[in-house]
């Protein structure tokens, strides 16, 4: 049994989550006829927006908790919600942008003191110590090495508190 219809989209549902949803359409289906166990409904929400098509479906799982259709398309429609809010906030750029770690080159090695410099893109200089090379041995740094840190400041300036080739 499968039931399609279309909506547009009420003003109740775009006021809460999104004021430009063009239009909605809804299928609810009961592939299986279980008497004794109980029918098992599958919802998709579709979602026209300028732009893109928003898509969110509830599956049949093993726990039978879409046994009830009012609980699968409530979890439809949350779904749904959720997903209208965490694209709105992509487009408004309100999602953190994680910063990728400092990185630069080895420009100074010196082995037997046990430390070296890093230059970076902008020409910072960054000391390291043989200590903060974690994930590879200090003694096969080599000049020109490219490397990706992590920052403090030191007694001398900054410094490279771990390094990674």
């Given at each position: 049994m499968l039931s399609t219809q279309s909506y547009a989209a009420g003003p109740k549902i775009s006021k809460k989550y999104c004021d430009t949803i063009i239009g909605c359409r809804v299928a609810v289906e009961a592939p299986h006829h279980h008497h004794r166990a109980g029918n098992q409904f599958r919802v998709r929400v579709e979602l026209t927006v300028p732009g893109e098509k928003v898509v969110a479906n509830r599956e049949p799982d093993t726990h039978h908790a879409y046994t009830d259709v009012y609980v699968a398309i409530r979890d439809a429609f949350d779904t749904m919600g959720r997903q209208l809010q965490d694209g709105i906030q992509r487009r408004r750029w309100k999602v953190k942008a994680h910063e990728a770690p400092?990185?630069?080159?080895?420009?100074?090695?010196?082995?037997?003191?046990?430390?070296?410099?890093?230059?970076?893109p902008e020409g910072r200089l960054v000391y390291f110590h043989r200590n903060s090379v974690v994930e590879a041995d200090f003694d096969t740094l080599k000049v020109g090495t490219e490397v990706r840190f992590d920052q403090e400041m030191g007694e001398r300036g900054p410094q490279a508190s771990t390094l990674r080739v």
């Amino acid at each position: 049994m499968l039931s399609t219809q279309s909506y547009a989209a009420g003003p109740k549902i775009s006021k809460k989550y999104c004021d430009t949803i063009i239009g909605c359409r809804v299928a609810v289906e009961a592939p299986h006829h279980h008497h004794r166990a109980g029918n098992q409904f599958r919802v998709r929400v579709e979602l026209t927006v300028p732009g893109e098509k928003v898509v969110a479906n509830r599956e049949p799982d093993t726990h039978h908790a879409y046994t009830d259709v009012y609980v699968a398309i409530r979890d439809a429609f949350d779904t749904m919600g959720r997903q209208l809010q965490d694209g709105i906030q992509r487009r408004r750029w309100k999602v953190k942008a994680h910063e990728a770690p400092p990185h630069g080159r080895v420009i100074e090695f010196n082995p037997e003191e046990n430390y070296g410099r890093i230059e970076t893109p902008e020409g910072r200089l960054v000391y390291f110590h043989r200590n903060s090379v974690v994930e590879a041995d200090f003694d096969t740094l080599k000049v020109g090495t490219e490397v990706r840190f992590d920052q403090e400041m030191g007694e001398r300036g900054p410094q490279a508190s771990t390094l990674r080739v």
